[in-house]
């Protein structure tokens, strides 16, 4: 049995009486030829990098662009001195987005979730959980059980729509990494696949449009920043799920339609640096300033 | 279904699958496939790889690959410093290749006991790549297999030869291409596998007559560090 769309998914769960983790572990072991202790080893040496790579952080590496560096710890300083607008679990999500994107941005060792561009967005929605018992008690299992919720969802967007940002713009990159998270929170939290398909649609929903516009075509300028966003849409549309709120349209039909906005996205819009930020006045200006130090070098 | 850890993964050093972790992968193909230690490399880069690829670290990527670094060695950052500390000589220039991918590289590699190897080399995203031409001869493989690339005089008896030691050694062949210049001259068989060949069986096809040289990039070496 393929697993081609969420609907794919909740038919296997129905029918196995498997929660939702489950049904992507299995379909993985059944994939890649491996034993159910192979892919859990391999879950979790994705979850120890991403921690790896947050707990390592100081915020003292920047960028040759002089664009990215230290608002990780900036946030994260605001964050504990606890006057934060979005307060507690919130402003830590934010500042664990900015650290991890930060941290790509600036060559450190991060997961692609789907992509590098997005590798905040994942890590900053749970690591908070697992670092400060005050929001929640985890243990390990239950992070990668929601590893494995993520991944799944992923797989199926990639399939059905594309995660690349010069396919799909950032909807297709940051709009995948939020919808991953979101439906990542539902399941640790208990809920249902329908409210993990309804928490991915919300999540979706409220970022498609989503352009790629990297300023002097780096991944720095707006993507650090858009890590945050898709983070804290993870969490709203988690707890609307949680709450019982539904999406009025189907999760697969969401998927689809965040494909085909993506193929219609002109190509100035997709990762080109040809529109949107990147060519303001300031980002061609920050372009030029590149390429002059480039030369000089 | 796409394969949970492409979207968990891969874990790299950014900040761009393509154009840092594609980048470093084919840095480290060319060092395989030229079956040699590096001592210089000319490297061209075309398309979004000249036009971005400093800003993403695709050069320094490029060097540590040559060096043996793989996408997810911290030491990546300081690739050039551990070119210095070693005496490997690169430089790098802009190219513009007709019909290639936009993130495409050629490398001129030069190894200590004098082999030579030119590689014309595309990432084409999540960290994938795709090698384009070896020393002028048009080839299309991932390094996603065992690959085993086979340099052979062009006479008959040679393709018959290595498949079957192959077979002999229970390896069984995914993919298989067979290129040559022009008929006569020197070939080129890359032969895909889905078990990986071991050192005494690369010695084994490479004693075969009419065989030139035989390279071997093993999918799982070439994955990830050993260690930090």
New interface residues.
């Given amino acids: 049995m393929?697993?081609?769309s969420m609907q794919d998914i909740f038919n296997l769960m129905a029918a196995r009486k498997k929660p939702f983790w489950e049904v992507?572990l299995e379909?993985?072991m059944e994939?890649?030829q491996v034993t159910r202790e192979e892919s859990m080893a391999?879950?979790l040496?994705?979850w120890q990098?991403m921690k790896d790579a947050s707990d390592t952080y100081t915020g003292t590496r920047h960028r040759?662009?002089g664009l990215v560096g230290g608002d990780g710890m900036k946030m994260r300083q605001y964050a504990k001195r606890g006057h934060a607008m979005s307060g507690g679990y919130v402003s830590d999500v934010i500042a664990e987005a900015l650290s991890m994107a930060e941290?790509?941005?600036?060559?450190?060792?991060?997961?692609?979730?789907?992509?590098?561009?997005a590798?905040g967005v994942?890590p900053a929605v749970l690591l908070p959980l697992s670092k400060y018992a005050e929001y929640e008690e985890l243990n390990q299992h239950q992070i990668l059980e929601a590893?494995?919720v993520?991944?799944?969802i992923?797989?199926v967007i990639?399939?059905k729509a594309g995660?690349?940002g010069?396919s799909g713009g950032c909807q297709a990159e940051i709009g995948t990494a939020s919808a991953?998270a979101a439906g990542a929170l539902v399941a640790l939290r208990g809920g249902s696949g329908k409210q993990i398909g309804d928490a991915v649609a919300m999540a979706l929903k409220n970022l498609m449009g989503l352009i790629c516009d990297p300023v002097?075509?780096?991944?720095?300028v707006p993507c650090v920043k858009r890590n945050v966003i898709g983070a804290v849409n993870a969490v709203s549309a988690a707890d609307m799920a949680l709450a019982g709120i539904k999406s009025r349209i189907p999760v697969d039909e969401v998927i689809d339609a965040m494909g085909e906005v993506g193929r219609r996205l002109p190509v100035e819009f997709r990762e080109t640096?040809w529109g949107g930020l990147a060519v303001s006045p300031t980002g061609l200006k920050i372009k030029e300033n590149?390429h002059s130090k480039?030369k000089q070098? | 279904m796409v394969d949970i850890f492409d979207i968990l993964g891969p874990i790299m050093v950014g900040p761009s699958s393509s154009h840092t972790a594609g980048a470093a992968r084919i840095g480290n193909m060319a060092r395989i496939l030229l079956g040699d230690k590096p001592v210089s490399a000319k490297i061209h880069l075309h398309g979004s790889f000249a036009e971005t690829g400093s800003g993403h670290g695709t050069d320094r990527a490029i060097v540590g690959g040559l060096l043996g670094m793989h996408p997810d060695d911290l030491q990546l950052t300081y690739a050039f410093e551990e070119a210095k500390k070693c005496g490997f000589q690169y430089s790098f220039d802009e190219i513009n290749l007709r019909d290639a991918h936009p993130n495409t590289a050629v490398i001129v590699l030069t190894g200590e006991k004098g082999k030579k190897l030119t590689m014309q080399a595309c990432s084409v995203g999540g960290g994938r790549i795709m090698v384009n031409k070896l020393d002028g001869i048009d080839v299309n493989f991932t390094g996603d297999y065992n690959t085993l690339v086979v340099r052979n005089r062009d006479e008959n008896g040679s393709v018959a030869a290595v498949t079957s030691i192959l077979n002999q050694c229970r390896i069984n062949v995914a993919n298989m291409s067979v290129c040559r210049h022009k008929r006569g001259g020197d070939a080129l068989m890359v032969i895909e596998t889905d078990e990986s060949v071991k050192p005494i069986q690369l010695d084994f096809l490479s004693e075969l007559p009419g065989i030139l040289s035989v390279t071997y990039y093993d999918k799982n070496k070439g994955e990830a560090s050993d260690d930090d």
């Fill in positions: 393929t697993i081609d992507i379909a993985d994939e890649r391999k879950m040496v994705v990098a040759v662009s941290s790509n941005a600036c060559m450190r060792r991060i997961v692609a979730a789907p992509t590098a561009g590798c994942l590893l494995y993520a991944s799944g992923g797989s990639a399939y995660i690349a010069a991953m002097a075509g780096l991944v720095e640096a590149l480039k070098a």
